[in-house]
């Protein structure tokens, strides 16, 4: 495999999707988010909204207790608990990736993405994060978050990103060595950012 791949992690409300989404408009790449979901569906003909029902979620090992057993790509899973399910879905994730990278340079949002493609040559990892106020002010404003329930919303789904990267990946989610280069978001505005992570692939490409 020698394309391009970019993966970005972010906390929650730190405006990294925006920022890989335009990543990838600028540098003419493929950009994988919630995109993926869609095309596991398509491909491989699962029901798009149980995928998205687990998509980036850590098994709880209570949570699907009482479910009705689930076909997932023609494989019966017994739903006594959610975590055969979520080890399905990270697995055609990781196949769905992997099949894309073959074929396109990509920035990939999330999904255990940098560790899943840990052994490629072009991969240039990204950490996005930001102030905490500057965050809540996003959560509030954009996602349309109660202002009492904001800080609870930010701290649970940051704790789901790190347990699900804990859960799938080897290594601790936010940890900035298990990324070539974190950016605070606060400060800087998407084009901007955008620039940064261009200027340090351009130094690294001169680098090989």
């Not at 904001?150 to 989610?173: C, F, H, I, L, P």
């Not at 084009?191 to 490409?205: P, S």
Request: charged share 30%.
């Amino acid at each position: 495999m020698s394309k391009d791949i970019i993966t970005i992690a972010r906390q929650y409300g730190s405006n990294g999707r925006n920022v890989g989404r335009r990543l990838a408009d600028v540098l003419g790449y493929k950009f994988l988010d919630k995109e993926i979901i869609a095309h596991i569906a398509e491909t491989y003909d699962v029901d798009a909204t149980m995928l998205n029902k687990y998509d980036e979620q850590s098994p709880s090992k209570f949570a699907g207790m009482f479910s009705p057993s689930v076909t997932l790509t023609n494989a019966y899973i017994p739903m006594y608990n959610n975590i055969l399910f979520n080890d399905e879905v990270i697995r055609l994730q990781a196949k769905a990736l992997k099949e894309m990278a073959e074929e396109n340079n990509i920035v990939v949002v999330g999904r255990c993405s940098d560790y899943i493609f840990r052994n490629e040559p072009n991969l240039l990892r990204i950490f996005i994060y930001a102030d905490d106020d500057v965050r809540l002010k996003k959560i509030i404003n954009e996602y349309h978050v109660p202002a009492d329930e904001a800080k609870s919303v930010m701290k649970k789904a940051d704790k789901n990103r790190a347990n699900y990267y804990s859960t799938y990946a080897d290594g601790k989610w936010g940890d900035p060595k298990q990324y070539d280069l974190c950016i605070n978001s606060s400060k800087l505005n998407v084009d901007e950012i955008v620039g940064l992570i261009i200027n340090y692939k351009e130094a690294l490409d001169r680098k090989k």
